[in-house]
């Protein structure tokens, strides 16, 4: 929310070639309390200003020789393309008014001055260009946050796929229908398991041969959606030579507990295992 002391303290630039149009308005701010007042009697000023001090409100009148406003209001456009224009312009035409807004102006009050309703009109436009600034910060903030979270989730998994090579041979993803969806490392070739674009069924294990017992109890844990931790199967190779797998996996569910595939590492153990079967 905006509080008093925010809208006092907002910086204001008053534009009008009359110099008492000037004082006058100079006095009212400043008796109302406003702190940040600055004024120009020469309308060539005000897009230099303004990207100067980007002020939170623009008291502009619209009929001054050499410029006037409407084409003051256009070269403020160029200058804030898509932010919040915080003009409130002045005329003593009726016939201006519909036009100044339709040229990007925010609100207008008449000429001669009434002080209470210009004191009423600017505490109004002041603090939604406030609100405004306060929600642009936000954004600012989230997208800033966004793209931290997203830098240390990138990190955090690049880490893991460093711990997960360091630890194991290979890291896998499965969906809820058994297709490989994510590998790292040499899986597939270690498996001999041929994968269409990764997605999808295997097509054959070149020829291997599944020890069936050790194969249905993986299956089953599979089946039956179990976490598993270390499980050694083995299987027959085409050259007749026996490879030890070693995996462990847990079942991946979303927000909901749906079911939504299987991840885990895995190792080849072969080495491990035929120098342990051989010191027996």
Same mark, same amino acid.
Not at 85 to 92: D, G, H, R
Not at 129 to 149: I, M
Not at 161 to 173: C, F, Q
């Given at each position: 929310?905006?509080?008093?002391?925010? &809208?006092?303290?907002?910086?204001?630039?008053?534009?009008?070639?009359?110099?008492?149009?000037?004082?006058?308005?100079?006095?009212? +701010?400043?008796?109302?309390?406003?702190?940040?007042?600055?004024? &120009?009697?020469?309308?060539?000023?005000?897009?230099?200003?303004?990207?100067?001090?980007?002020?939170? +409100?623009?008291?502009?009148?619209?009929?001054?020789?050499?410029?006037?406003?409407?084409?003051?209001?256009?070269?403020?456009?160029?200058? $804030?393309?898509? #932010?919040?224009? =915080?003009? +409130?312009?002045?005329?003593?035409?009726?016939?201006?008014?519909?036009? /100044?807004?339709? /040229?990007?102006?925010? !609100?207008?009050?008449?000429?001669?001055?009434?002080?209470?309703?210009?004191?009423?009109?600017?505490?109004?436009?002041?603090?939604?260009?406030?609100?405004?600034?306060?929600?642009?910060?936000?954004?600012?903030?989230?997208?800033?946050?966004?793209?931290?979270? &997203? @830098?240390?989730?990138?990190?955090?998994? /690049?880490?893991?796929?460093?711990? &997960? $090579?360091? @630890?194991? !041979?290979?890291?896998?993803?499965? !969906?809820?229908? #058994?297709?490989?969806?994510?590998?790292?490392? =040499?899986?597939?070739?270690?498996?001999?398991?041929?994968?269409?674009?990764?997605?999808?069924?295997?097509?054959?294990?070149? #020829?291997?041969?599944?020890?069936?017992?050790?194969?249905?109890?993986?299956?089953?844990?599979?089946? /039956?959606?179990?976490?598993?931790?270390?499980?050694?199967?083995?299987?027959?190779? =085409? !050259?007749?030579?026996?490879?030890?797998?070693?995996?462990?996996?847990?079942?991946?569910?979303?927000?909901?507990?749906?079911?939504?595939?299987?991840?885990?590492?895995?190792?080849?153990?072969?080495?491990?295992?035929?120098?342990?079967?051989?010191?027996?």
């Amino acid at each position: 929310m905006i509080n008093k002391p925010d &809208t006092l303290n907002a910086k204001i630039l008053i534009v009008d070639d009359q110099e008492a149009n000037v004082r006058l308005l100079e006095q009212m +701010l400043s008796d109302a309390g406003y702190k940040n007042i600055t004024s &120009t009697m020469d309308p060539r000023e005000v897009s230099d200003l303004y990207r100067q001090n980007h002020y939170d +409100l623009i008291l502009l009148d619209l009929y001054m020789p050499g410029m006037d406003g409407f084409q003051v209001l256009e070269a403020l456009k160029k200058i $804030e393309r898509e #932010g919040y224009l =915080p003009v +409130l312009v002045i005329t003593a035409q009726p016939g201006h008014k519909l036009r /100044a807004l339709q /040229a990007g102006a925010k !609100d207008f009050v008449s000429k001669p001055f009434d002080l209470i309703e210009v004191q009423t009109r600017i505490q109004n436009m002041l603090e939604v260009r406030l609100l405004y600034k306060q929600l642009e910060d936000y954004n600012k903030r989230l997208e800033q946050t966004v793209a931290e979270r &997203t @830098a240390e989730l990138r990190e955090s998994e /690049a880490r893991f796929r460093r711990l &997960t $090579e360091l @630890a194991s !041979d290979w890291y896998w993803e499965q !969906d809820e229908k #058994g297709n490989f969806t994510k590998v790292y490392g =040499p899986v597939l070739d270690m498996l001999g398991i041929k994968v269409d674009h990764l997605m999808g069924e295997s097509k054959g294990h070149n #020829g291997t041969r599944w020890n069936e017992a050790e194969y249905s109890v993986f299956k089953a844990n599979i089946a /039956a959606r179990r976490p598993f931790i270390d499980f050694i199967y083995r299987r027959t190779k =085409p !050259d007749g030579s026996t490879q030890y797998l070693m995996v462990s996996g847990e079942p991946m569910f979303d927000s909901s507990g749906r079911f939504t595939g299987y991840r885990g590492i895995g190792k080849d153990v072969t080495d491990s295992m035929h120098a342990s079967q051989a010191s027996q």
